[in-house]
């Protein structure tokens, strides 16, 4: 099925559908429980086209790869081209806000690091980005204050908070134009909290962007 963005209204949203853009390690308690440390520089890399696919259809995870993860995160969709931009353009550019899994062959990923490797492999396959719809960015006031949670078959996997992002939303947008050229219809996603750990085919998932929506998604395999 071919994806496109859609509003809280499941209408076609009038953008192009381009990259994902994402950060690594952006929550302190995530990366504890990875063990890894700090980046002084944001850690980015990106998901091609392929990767966006529709969360409220079935998530249809790798299965012969080694265990995928779930990384639920705020995901953030531009309607303009970024370039070097002040963080008042890149807040201008917000056509608005959802979640968004980037999906993880954690093993894999294990031993591209080992091995120095970029991660592609473990995290930029075909539907390693399942996204949400997308709440008009006028509906929100601080994107630093927004919660969202996954359960998985009605336990709580991830409970995050953007305040505690360590790049926040607006300065990481414009941190990323200065790395990466942005265009309209790019979807940015914003790292995730703790609560990382395998899906299983049959899991029942629910999404919560708190105060916005909640919906329920399944896993099956490939
Ligand atoms: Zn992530």
């Given amino acids: 099925m071919t994806y496109q963005h859609i509003d809280d209204h499941g209408k076609p949203i009038a ?26 520089a944001p850690l980015l890399f990106m998901k091609p086209k392929a990767a966006m696919c529709n969360i ?43 979640l968004g899994l980037d999906l993880t062959l954690r093993e894999v990923q294990g031993a591209l690091k080992k091995d120095g490797q970029p991660w592609e492999r473990a995290k930029s396959f075909d539907n390693s980005a399942p996204l949400s719809q997308f709440i008009p960015i006028d509906a929100f006031g601080d994107l630093d204050d927004l919660k969202f949670t996954l359960t998985i078959n009605n336990e709580v996997r991830q409970s995050g908070h953007t305040a505690l992002m360590l790049h926040k939303i607006i300065p990481l947008i414009a941190h990323m134009s200065t790395i990466f050229t942005l265009d309209a219809g790019d979807v940015v996603l914003t790292g995730t909290p703790k609560g990382v750990g395998p899906l299983f085919e049959g899991d029942i998932l629910s999404i919560s962007l708190h105060d916005y929506f909640t919906l329920e998604t399944k896993v099956t395999g490939e």
């Fill in 56 to 98: 409220a259809n079935d998530i249809a995870i790798p299965t012969t790869l080694g265990p995928c993860h779930n990384e639920l995160e705020v995901s953030v969709l531009l309607k303009k081209g970024l370039k070097n931009a002040s963080e008042q353009e890149a807040a201008e550019a917000i056509w608005g806000i959802g």
């Fill in 15 to 40: 953008l192009p559908v381009n990259k994902v853009v994402c950060i690594g390690r952006n929550y302190l308690d995530h990366i504890n429980e990875m063990n890894s440390t700090i980046s002084e």
